[in-house]
Structures are given as C-alpha cells and as structure tokens.
C-alpha cells in the first residue's frame, strides 16, 4: 500500500474537488493536453484525464517547465504542489484541489484538479446541482477589497495600506471568513511565501480551493500571505484540534529513527521533500500549538507578496 493510502481521509466530502476519489483519477486516468495557460511564468498546461467513463479537466506543470529558483535549490516545484495537498488533506481541510506527481505528455509533473468553469467552457454556467448554494450566474462574495479609511468594517479583517496611485493609499482588507482562517493555518504550517489574491478560488456552492504551491515548504520563515487579518489572534478550537492530529502524523519515529514507524504524513512528505524540509514543518506545527496563536510576520522577509493579486 502506498504512502498516499495510508493517509487517512479526514474530514473531506467524497464529491469535493479535494477528494481521494479525484485524486485516483488523477493519478490514474489519462492525461490529454489540450492547451496552455500563457499568464503563467512556469509552464501550465490545461487537460484533461480519463478514467472508467470519468472525465475531469486539470492543470499539468511539467517539471521540465519550471524556471529555477535560486532560493529553492532542492527538489522542483511539482513536488511541493503535492506536498501542500497531502498536508491540507491531513489536516482534513479540503482548501487544495486534489494534486498528484505523475508522468504525462511531457514528462514528470503535477496534475491537478480544474477550478471552475475550464477555459474551453461555454460563457453560460448550467444550473447548479440540488443542494448547491448558488444560483444560475451568481458570483461569489469578495474576500479581498480595498477600503477608505483606517479601520475595516464589519466582517473584514486589515492586512495593511497599499498604494493606490495618485499619491492614495487605501487599507487592504480580507473577509473575516472561516475558510480564509483555515487556509491562514494552511499556510503557515507550509511556509507559503506566495499567497496572493489570485490563488484563491470561491465556487458559487460556498467551497472555497486555493492554487500554486510551488513557493512553500522553506526550512526559513518565507510566510508572504494577505491573510495576516488574524495575526497574533488565538487559534479556534478547530484549528488547533487539527494542528494536533498534523503533529501525530508528522511523528518521526522512535530513536534511532525507525522510518517505517513514522507517522503515514512524514513518509509522505518525505517522498517529496528533503529530510531538513519535513523537519521545519514539524517545528512550525508544534510552535503554533505552544503559542495557541496565528504566527506574526517575521520582520526578516517582505510580509506580503508583490504584485498581491
């Protein structure tokens, strides 16, 4: 039995993007391209895969197209795509679409789950399901905004001021949304340097998936996020319960290191991450749970990413 089996499914709806089923198909349908995602500074490449009668549409980076980084020397960026989601999936937050590692067209890469209506969609959205939050053309409500004045309003959180041209600032606000707040824990356990605007995807039936991972996992403090509304702030119980079941299954093994005895994530992660890497996470999941609170921006790096959308 593989690594990623052994992971238990947590909390995660059998019909979400983020599911074990979708991350079968993934990893075992066919892989078609079908065109590529220019925006992108890496290569993106838009597909789909096939299996027992399923199609899904999905996002494929091939390691070939990657532009090295210099402060990210070890690995390649697919791996820490993977990475990401095996940790959002332990800790049974379905925030990542479901993600694998895995030969396609060109060669090694990540497959992931399409967000949304795929770029060959037709403009007009089909009624949503039974039970779905949103109705026909119904656009998510915003999580970001920039606002007048110096305090939020109701419902939001301040990051910080932002220049706004003409010699304006305006204050950066996200929504004070317990999803948001997930993904805030998210990201600190995987040290995103990357966070922006962008990456976050709201579907009309209230789940909310964020994308590319690729920047995580540092040994040193790189957190760059909007997301900082609840910095200093304690941890809901929620969290924190599932920051403790994330520190059971990062266990390293008993002394001498006895990998096979390791908890199922920190075999996982070491199928993707160096050994030094792995490490770092488990030091960031046990200062958060010593702490009780959400991490302060370290003041040794830029706290918010440019350009943050």
């Keep these: 039995m593989s690594a990623p089996e052994r992971i238990p499914p947590g909390r995660m709806s059998g019909t979400s993007l983020a599911a074990e089923a979708t991350r079968v198909l993934l990893a075992e349908g066919t892989l078609t391209v079908l065109g590529q995602i220019t925006e992108a500074s890496n290569a993106v490449l838009y597909g789909t895969v096939e299996h027992e009668g399923r199609t899904l549409p999905c996002v494929y980076k091939p390691v070939a ?40 067209p060109h060669g090694e890469g990540m497959c992931q789950a399409w967000v949304g209506d795929p770029p060959d969609a037709p403009q007009e959205r089909d009624a949503p399901d039974e039970g779905e939050k949103g109705a026909p053309g119904e656009e998510p409500e915003p999580l970001l905004a920039l606002v007048e004045g110096e305090e939020p309003g109701a419902g939001w959180k301040a990051v910080g001021f932002a220049d706004v041209g003409g010699g304006r600032t305006a204050l950066l606000v996200h929504a004070d949304d317990s999803r948001l707040r997930r993904l805030a824990v998210l990201d600190a356990v995987i040290n995103n340097g990357d966070r922006k605007g962008g990456h976050l995807l709201p579907l009309p039936d209230g789940q909310l998936y964020a994308i590319d991972h690729g920047v995580t996992f540092h040994v040193d403090d790189k957190l760059r996020t909007l997301l900082w509304g609840w910095a200093g702030e304690e941890l809901t119980d929620e969290a924190a319960e599932a920051l403790r079941e994330l520190s059971a299954a990062l266990a390293p093994g008993p002394p001498p290191g006895d990998a096979s005895q390791a908890g199922p994530l920190a075999l996982r992660l070491s199928e993707l991450l160096t050994g030094a890497e792995v490490e770092a996470v488990r030091k960031r999941v046990e200062a958060m749970l010593s702490s009780g609170r959400h991490p302060l921006p370290s003041g040794d790096w830029p706290a918010i990413p440019w350009p943050p959308v």
């Design 65 to 104: 197209g990657e532009r090295p980084l210099w402060d990210f020397p070890d690995g390649n960026l697919a791996r820490r795509e993977v990475a990401a989601y095996e940790v959002s999936r332990a800790l049974g937050w379905p925030l990542i679409p479901a993600t694998v590692l895995r030969e396609g």
